[in-house]
């Protein structure tokens, strides 16, 4: 599959409407029974089937993962199974605890400039491209993508329809010394449960995009096609005109959402995740998880 360059007056083919939810708008997130049914089966499918002990994959990380992965039993235990060995490649051996906020890896939180939320009222993860992870910060590196991760799903709207994902590539310098972990890096960043509903790749070079094109007909025998049908390349231009301007980086012309510290609004944001309980509660057969899922309208 290869990815083509739109333009500001193309239109997106990608449509809201499937991952629209019928919960209610708010500030805090409610599990329904049906999701922490859910997280209760992946945590006993990665204890039992993979040897995975609950100390290397917290509540909140396991909760955000599942709904991510629209309650999907096995596809769930599989992702954070890959998930927790290229964390340990990448100096994570211990995985991702319920202490969400690590400060020894907020610098590493520097290629995501403050952003606000899109035109559906979900967060934008907008990132500044190119740059290496040295072997010294590979921990670091992980942790803050995790707590990033985390945060911009701190919220009912984001989290269960997705957010919008925007890679700002204009500032890369080719000619950068590659390290030598720039496949694991890669490899951990596309093994994070997520499902952003689009993927603009902005001011990429001819160069770059044809070896983002052809990492991508690599991702495609992993990856489903209604995702990779969300990936456009665009001019940055582009990119900020599919977002509010009041949520743009503040670099790009924007307001940044209103964030003045993009740390401390991780931060913040980590504290309002809600922990599950998922140690009451028997857990459903698969029939009845199908009945939850088909009453919360998750597809």
Not at 153 to 161: F, I, S, V, Y
């Amino acid at each position: 599959m290869v990815i083509k360059e739109i333009s500001r007056e193309d239109t997106f083919s990608a449509s809201f409407s499937d991952s629209e939810s019928s919960y209610p708008d708010g500030s805090t997130i409610i599990y329904s029974d049906g999701e922490l049914d859910a997280m209760r089966q992946v945590r006993a499918k990665l204890t039992t089937d993979h040897g995975i002990e609950s100390s290397r994959v917290g509540s909140v990380f396991l909760a955000v993962a599942t709904i991510n992965c629209k309650l999907r039993v096995d596809e769930t235990a599989e992702k954070i199974v890959k998930l927790l060995g290229l964390m340990e490649k990448l100096g994570c051996p211990d995985g991702i605890d319920d202490e969400l906020w690590k400060p020894d890896a907020k610098h590493e939180l520097h290629p995501y400039p403050p952003v606000g939320t899109d035109n559906r009222g979900c967060s934008i993860t907008w990132i500044r491209g190119g740059n290496r992870v040295s072997k010294e910060e590979e921990r670091n590196h992980a942790h803050a993508c995790i707590m990033q991760y985390l945060s911009v799903h701190a919220d009912p709207t984001t989290l269960r329809n997705g957010l919008s994902f925007i890679i700002d590539m204009s500032g890369k310098d080719d000619k950068q010394a590659k390290v030598g972990n720039e496949k694991t890096v890669q490899a951990f960043y596309q093994a994070i449960p997520q499902r952003p509903q689009i993927i603009l790749i902005a001011g990429s070079s001819f160069i770059m995009r044809t070896i983002i094109n052809k990492s991508i007909k690599l991702a495609s025998l992993f990856i489903k096609q209604k995702v990779l049908g969300r990936i456009h390349f665009v001019s940055v231009d582009d990119a900020l005109s599919r977002v509010p301007l009041k949520s743009a980086p503040v670099y790009c012309g924007g307001e940044g959402g209103g964030v003045k510290c993009y740390k401390e609004w991780v931060k913040e944001r980590l504290g309002q995740l809600t922990k599950p309980d998922l140690s009451e509660g028997p857990e459903q057969s698969a029939d009845n998880l199908a009945d939850s899922l088909a009453q919360t309208k998750i597809e």
